[in-house]
C-alpha cells in the first residue's frame, strides 16, 4: 500500500479498536443531490471530520445494516439539518430523481 498522505485524522465520535489499518485512498469524483450534499456537509462539520470520513462511516455501518444515527438525539439533528436545507424526500425518492434542465 501507499504511504502517501493518508488522512489518519479522527474526531471524538470515532473510536480506535485494535492495531491501525494501512488503506490507500482515492479521488472519487461523483455528482450527489445538492440538498443531500448540504446536510452531508453539516453533519460531518458537527463531527469534527471530513465529508470523505463521514462518507466512508456511513457506508460501512450501512454495510453491517447498521446506521451511525441511530441516537434519537442524532435522528432529531438530521431532520433539523434536512429542513434547514430543504432536503424534503426520503430514502425512495432516489428512484424517482430527474436532472434538472438547465
Given at each position: ?63 453491517e ?27 425512495h ?10
Open positions: 500500500m501507499s504511504q502517501g498522505n493518508a488522512d489518519t485524522s479522527t474526531s471524538p465520535w470515532q473510536q480506535q479498536k485494535g492495531n491501525p489499518l494501512e488503506i490507500e485512498r482515492v479521488q472519487l469524483g461523483v455528482r450527489v443531490e445538492k440538498r443531500m450534499v448540504k446536510v452531508l456537509k453539516a453533519l460531518a462539520e458537527k463531527a469534527d471530520t471530513s465529508l470523505g470520513a463521514l462518507l466512508e462511516d456511513i457506508v460501512l455501518h450501512s454495510f445494516g447498521t446506521s451511525p444515527y441511530d441516537h434519537p438525539n442524532d435522528v432529531e439533528m438530521i431532520k433539523d439539518f434536512k429542513r434547514l436545507y430543504d432536503m424534503d424526500y426520503d430514502v425518492a432516489s428512484y424517482r430523481f430527474a436532472e434538472a434542465t438547465k
